[in-house]
């Protein structure tokens, strides 16, 4: 069965130091893998995602994302944090070996992200 | 959140009670997702529907019930039967065959006292 495991519950981070937040997986063959933004009381944004191509993914807001495939790791960059990323962020995974279209995603527990001046 | 619609975003009821609980997407997405969030233990699925009058239990299903009569609605019926339902609910849909990505609601926090 696929999993996600993010970690850290927290992560500290002063504005305009980089920041990384983690996600290791695993699944049977190759992962589809995504990361999501969650603010207070709202529902989840989606950020990016890695279906196949460069192991370096962008996405909004000037996040990005490393895969690496012997490390099963798919972590959250950026290069200079902001007050307004602190959130909550969740990595997903996609089983590739799933034949459904229900495209059923599973959830890690989440990582808190605080950015202060 | 824009697309998808969620209501109400607070929702208090008391125990024994059932409670409904609204998603409607004007994105015309075949696929609609129920998530159950809780705090420290991410989101958990509770149903899926792929298509119009078919649905399909996630992890979580015991409790809950859904409808799927429109493409558009994929209502959750929280029953009297779920054991511990108070949490955040959060809604998603899925576009064509080939995008893997949900798109989310705002969520309904539901309180049962």
């Known amino acids: 069965a696929q999993s996600v495991a993010q970690p850290e519950d927290q992560v500290n981070v002063a504005e305009g130091n980089p920041l990384t937040v983690k996600c290791t997986y695993s699944?049977?063959?190759?992962?589809?893998l995504f990361w999501y933004v969650q603010y207070p009381n709202r529902g989840l944004q989606f950020l990016l995602k890695?279906?196949?191509?460069?192991?370096l993914v962008k996405g909004s807001y000037g996040f990005e994302a490393e895969f690496n495939k012997s490390q099963t790791s798919f972590h959250l960059k950026k290069p200079s944090a902001l007050v307004s990323d602190s959130a909550l962020y969740f990595c997903?995974?996609?089983?590739?070996?799933?034949?459904?279209?229900?495209?059923?995603?599973?959830f890690g527990t989440g990582t808190r992200l605080q950015v202060t001046l | 959140d824009g697309g998808i619609t969620q209501s109400p975003k607070y929702l208090f009821r008391k125990e024994g009670q059932n409670v409904t609980l609204s998603c409607e997407q004007n994105?015309?997405?075949?696929?609609m997702y129920w998530y159950r969030q809780d705090p420290g233990q991410g989101l958990r699925l509770i149903y899926y529907?792929?298509?119009?009058?078919?649905?399909q239990k996630g992890d979580i299903a015991e409790g809950y019930s859904v409808s799927r009569e429109k493409k558009e609605s994929f209502p959750l019926t929280v029953t009297s039967a779920q054991k511990n339902p108070t949490a955040f609910y959060l809604c998603?849909?899925?576009?064509?065959?080939?995008?893997?990505?949900?798109?989310f609601g705002p969520g309904t926090r539901l309180t049962v006292t």
């Open positions: 529907s792929q298509i119009v009058n078919d649905f």
């Open positions: 699944v049977s063959g190759n992962p589809y």
């Open positions: 998603a849909s899925r576009g064509g065959t080939s995008t893997y990505e949900q798109y």
């Open positions: 890695y279906i196949t191509g460069d192991n």
């Open positions: 994105l015309n997405h075949d696929a």
């Open positions: 997903a995974v996609r089983d590739p070996m799933y034949t459904g279209t229900a495209s059923k995603l599973t």
